[in-house]
């Protein structure tokens, strides 16, 4: 490789990680607009491992809207990101994929006075993405959740 395609690489590797930090700043935050533009117009996820839905990155970003109403208190931990890109004639193409393991803290709403977590769960997403004229954008999202841990709650009349 030249040292001109080797830079293209840092770059390209530097603007995927980016995006995937984009991904989980915008859950945890919210910003419903930001999710969406994450995304490549075909763009679609699938929350159907982690007891959610799929569909495209508009009804996505809908159902999110409403589901993470429950958890005010969320924060993402995305890490082990594992970047690959397709390659076209030694050179990097205009797609690739990123599996990265997540641990996912959250805290369910009405749940006393506390911001500590009592939901926890952990997984791996894999990202599907494609490069465009705005940049990379995520193709598809998916989502393998692996384990979780809910609240106990304490006996009633104890």
Known sequence: MTQRVELSTVLDRLAVDELVTDYAAAVDDGDWVAYRA???????????????????????????STTMELFPMRQHLIVNRRVRFDTVDR??????????DYVNPMRFAGEGDSTAPDFICGGRYSFDLVRTLSGWR?????????????????????
Not at 40 to 59: I, K, L, N
Not at 91 to 100: M, N, P, Q, S
């Open 38 to 64: 994450l995304f490549e117009p075909e763009g679609r996820a699938d929350y159907r491992e982690a007891g959610g839905v799929e569909g495209s990155a508009e009804e996505i970003a809908q159902w999110l």
């Open 91 to 100: 050179d990097i193409g205009d797609t690739g994929r990123v599996r990265a």
């Open 138 to 158: 995520l193709h598809r999202v998916t989502v393998y959740e692996k384990w979780r841990r809910v609240p106990q709650r304490a006996a009633s009349g104890s």
